[in-house]
């Protein structure tokens, strides 16, 4: 009796987890008929209509004449976890290594990239096949007969993983990100309808609401943030500002600057964080944050979105996930607007030098799925991938969940005229994460730097950059590694395409051998050359004095002769 009565609380516990554990299993048997294909989808998405819109879609697919030929009249269920942001990355962890993940798993957030990277290596199956055949449930449309990739919007780029070599996720939408402000709020403070869409004069709005008191004497905060907010101004402005390193950065002139080209660039001097580009980024963060409320680096998603609905701040910034969710939260007090991320003008004397154009946004697709290693019913997984982003199945999806559509030619919800991606301008060519350490080191330093004010740009500049030179070393080898071990995943490929080949009547200009020689330069050639001239860069520095897209001196006067400028012809 007193062991009971000392362990009453533990054995309570126990108690009460053993039978809710009984209760949702049993709730799960008696809603599953027998014999019925269950598909199990993890997510974060807890927006509104994103369970609904996957359910209703879920029993679309169900019912579709395919499905009812290829699978009898055995019945089909799609099931949600839907997991909370704070704890998706313990979630998938624990469901990995206990080989109980679901089939089919969004991937991307609550770990760091090198660790999804791994997991996908590991953990999830290639969809490379399936991106190269055409999708069955777009017969009788537009699409029908188009590889799967081709048929969305960005070619499923965002699906393809480089150090992988591999198609890896399937997208069901876009997004694009805005700023959303309270009318009512601001032209009471401002006296304004709209907002300025310049940087300065969207700062000098913001002093001047920080300068005012609600009624119960406290002041607004121009700005609701917290740690997920700030990313929003990562991608929509700051990381914009840092387009002029392409020309220094981009090693492979593939038009974007990755994590191991922007370590090489640092490592050889051709960047650093007193170049232009680098160190404006981190001022005008600076900037903004000043308006944002005290503490936000501790605050979560709901604490920013709680504070604007409760009208003590004018301005949010998010996507159009929660487009639908702060529109219904407000639609009793106030009118929502929107407007585009400010941007400094070309003649700003602090930031102009690195305005080069608009802003762009990102085209690449989002909401991605991959499949699990560990799914029971992976070909019905599969058939469920390619309904949600055929023609009918990505429309019906995006219609309900009011977000942007991922497949070409499916129409935009009339809500988001104000969200259509700007397909031309400057884009971010600014990416520390590189590893494990540099990326412990970067949050740390910079979570510093955005909640110290005594924490200068100087003090961050000195501490980051000489850790993340240093060890940052060990996190660029490892992910040479990583890359290497696809080499032989691609020859295993490139064999089989190769004996299809041979076998092949048509000759060397047969599409067989076209498809071969385009897959042995594509997926092995330009990027053994790539990457040996990254090696020879971090290893023995700098091979010439120009940058990638800069012309030698002797090619320079070469070319101005030609155009008869004579030897000193601009570079």
């Not at 500002?241 to 370590?263: I, M, P, Q």
């Not at 009118?335 to 154009?357: A, H």
């Amino acid at each position: 009796m007193k062991y009971f009565k000392s362990h009453f609380p533990l054995i309570l516990i126990i108690a009460a987890f053993a039978w809710s554990s009984v209760v949702i299993a049993t709730r799960r048997v008696a809603e599953v008929p027998k014999d019925a294909l269950v598909i199990r989808i993890g997510h974060w998405q807890l927006e509104s209509s994103v369970r609904q819109s996957i359910n209703e879609v879920g029993k679309a697919f169900a019912a579709d004449p395919r499905m009812k030929k290829k699978y009898g009249n055995r019945a089909i269920i799609v099931m949600q976890d839907a997991i909370p942001e704070g704890a998706y990355g313990q979630w998938i962890t624990s469901q990995m290594m206990g080989e109980t993940a679901p089939d089919l798993v969004e991937i991307g957030n609550g770990l760091a990239a090198p660790i999804w990277l791994a997991y996908q290596n590991r953990y999830f199956v290639s969809l490379s096949s399936m991106a190269d055949e055409p999708n069955p449930f777009n017969e009788g449309t537009a699409l029908e007969g188009m590889p799967l990739r081709e048929t969305f919007t960005d070619a499923m780029r965002s699906g393809y993983v480089e150090e992988l070599q591999q198609y890896m996720t399937v997208p069901f939408a876009r997004a694009t990100i805005r700023i959303f402000y309270n009318k009512e709020l601001l032209r009471t403070l401002t006296g304004l309808e709209k907002p300025p869409t310049d940087f300065r004069g969207f700062l000098k709005v913001c002093q001047e609401i920080s300068e005012q008191k609600d009624g119960r004497g406290n002041f607004y905060t121009p700005i609701a943030s917290s740690a997920y907010n700030m990313n929003m101004w990562q991608y929509g402005l700051f990381d914009s500002l840092t387009y002029a390193n392409l020309r220094l950065a981009d090693f492979n002139r593939d038009g974007s600057v990755g994590n191991d080209e922007f370590f090489a660039a640092m490592k050889t001097g051709a960047l650093s964080f007193d170049s232009p580009a680098v160190r404006i980024r981190l001022l005008v963060a600076r900037e903004v944050m000043k308006y944002f409320q005290p503490g936000f680096t501790g605050l979560q998603r709901d604490d920013a979105v709680f504070l604007f609905a409760q009208q003590r701040a004018v301005f949010i910034p998010t996507g159009t996930w929660d487009a639908g969710s702060l529109v219904e939260q407000t639609k009793e007090t106030f009118n929502v607007g929107v407007m585009d991320f400010p941007m400094p003008l070309p003649d700003d004397p602090e930031y102009g030098s690195v305005m080069l154009g608009p802003r762009f946004e990102d085209t690449r697709t989002g909401f991605p799925f991959g499949l699990t290693r560990f799914s029971k019913h992976p070909e019905v997984a599969r058939d469920f991938l390619l309904y949600v982003t055929s023609l009918k199945g990505n429309t019906q999806f995006n219609s309900i969940v009011g977000w942007i559509p991922s497949v070409r030619g499916a129409p935009l919800p009339p809500a988001l005229k104000e969200f259509v991606p700007r397909s031309q301008g400057m884009y971010g060519c600014f990416n520390v994460e590189l590893g494990g350490k540099t990326v412990v080191r970067w949050r740390q330093d910079y979570s510093k730097f955005q909640s110290d004010p005594s924490f200068t740009f100087d003090d961050f500049k000195t501490d980051f950059s000489k850790f993340y030179l240093e060890h940052g070393l060990e996190d660029w080898k490892e992910q040479q590694r990583d890359w290497r071990r696809t080499i032989l995943k691609n020859e295993q490929q490139l064999s089989g395409a190769r004996g299809a080949a041979m076998l092949d009547s048509g000759g060397e200009d047969s599409a067989l051998w076209v498809k071969y020689r385009s897959a042995v330069m594509s997926r092995q050639v330009m990027p053994e050359v790539s990457r040996a001239i990254q090696v020879r860069l971090v290893t023995e520095g700098p091979m010439r004095p120009s940058g990638p897209y800069e012309l030698l001196p002797e090619a320079a006067g070469v070319a101005g002769a030609q155009r008869g400028e004579g030897s000193g012809g601009a570079r």
